[in-house]
């Protein structure tokens, strides 16, 4: 039986329970079926492009450079939903500082709005599309793309031109827009972007819901054993050999605290973790003491 279905079965037969213990006067029988008893929906896999699928699509939509290529490749390098990308508006571009622009989504799916970063490349993309506005016989209304029977005729009228892309170089399965934030998402986290800064980026509200967008596959696996094998971060540092010089009075008594310190340190690592470690352990706190003491004093003249 499939999960769904499980479900719904699931369903129907606590609001039979709930009816029987209405009727008949059994309030033990709604309590019968607990929220906990009901399976997880199957959660859908993230659908980003593939390493292969992405480039080609890009390079025809370059190609191309058409009023809908430049429309998917802006939803690629900003990862907004093609529902979005209809409401921008014709100022959307904000600047924010010495070459530092962002793009300004309006209220999206989770009626919320956001600044997301961007570099030359989307700003061109935007004044392209500018460019095919101004050439519209549509009068001005404050939107970047003309819609001229509304929102969802533009939406409609934008889908099926994807498809013919990925005909065109050669992919067989089926691609659909929102593949691409999907695709923009993984690519931000291989590049070092944070979750917390991904959520704002995608305009989500639940860290869960972004992690179905990551798509981590066997190379980025690869990419970061080999770079925790280079660069580990669990060691704990080995303390500094400590020069014993040849000074005497009072700095040389502690340089010879200080190495009489380190000795005791090192010794103590390489025992197991048994009695004989922590008796090391708390001589070598009570050196440490000695010392903070020591650094207090004021040496006589």
């Given at each position: 039986m499939a999960t769904a279905v499980y479900i719904c079965r699931l369903m129907h037969l606590r609001c039979v329970l709930e009816e029987l213990a209405w009727t008949a006067q059994l309030p033990d029988l709604a309590r019968l079926?607990?929220?906990?008893?009901?399976?997880?929906?199957?959660?859908?896999?993230?659908?980003?492009?593939?390493?292969?699928?992405?480039?080609?699509?890009?390079?025809?939509?370059?190609?191309?450079?058409?009023?809908?290529?430049?429309?998917?490749?802006?939803?690629?390098?900003?990862?907004?939903?093609?529902?979005?990308?209809?409401?921008?508006?014709?100022?959307?571009l904000r600047n924010v500082g010495p070459d530092r622009w962002t793009i300004h989504v309006p209220l999206g799916k989770l009626k919320t709005e956001r600044l997301v970063p961007v570099d030359s490349f989307i700003c061109e993309l935007v004044q392209r599309l500018r460019f095919f506005r101004s050439f519209d016989s549509l009068p001005p209304d404050g939107r970047l793309l003309s819609r001229p029977h509304g929102?969802?005729?533009?939406?409609?009228?934008?889908?099926?031109y994807l498809q013919e892309v990925s005909a065109a170089v050669g992919i067989t399965t089926r691609i659909v827009p929102h593949q691409l934030r999907h695709t923009y998402a993984s690519e931000m986290v291989r590049s070092g972007v944070t979750l917390p800064a991904l959520m704002k980026l995608?305009?989500?509200?639940?860290?869960?819901?972004?992690?179905?967008?990551?798509?981590?596959?066997?190379?980025?696996?690869?990419?970061?054993?080999?770079?925790?094998?280079?660069?580990?971060?669990?060691?704990?540092?080995?303390?500094?050999?400590?020069?014993?010089?040849q000074r005497i009075g009072w700095d040389g008594v502690r340089d010879s605290l200080l190495f009489a310190q380190h000795a005791l340190e090192m010794f103590r690592r390489s025992l197991p973790d048994h009695t004989l470690r922590h008796c090391l352990d708390r001589l070598s706190n009570r050196l440490t003491k000695i010392l903070s003491e020591i650094r207090k004093l004021k040496p006589p003249p």
């Open positions: 079926i607990r929220r906990q008893d009901s399976p997880r929906p199957p959660q859908r896999i993230p659908r980003a492009l593939t390493a292969q699928q992405d480039p080609l699509i890009q390079q025809e939509l370059l190609r191309r450079n058409d009023l809908a290529a430049n429309v998917f490749l802006l939803l690629r390098h900003t990862g907004m939903r093609i529902g979005e990308c209809a409401d921008l508006s014709y100022d959307c929102k969802q005729a533009l939406i409609r009228q934008l889908r099926p995608l305009g989500h509200t639940d860290p869960e819901m972004t992690m179905r967008y990551i798509d981590v596959t066997s190379n980025d696996l690869q990419r970061e054993f080999q770079l925790a094998r280079s660069q580990p971060r669990h060691l704990v540092p080995q303390p500094k050999i400590p020069t014993l010089s």
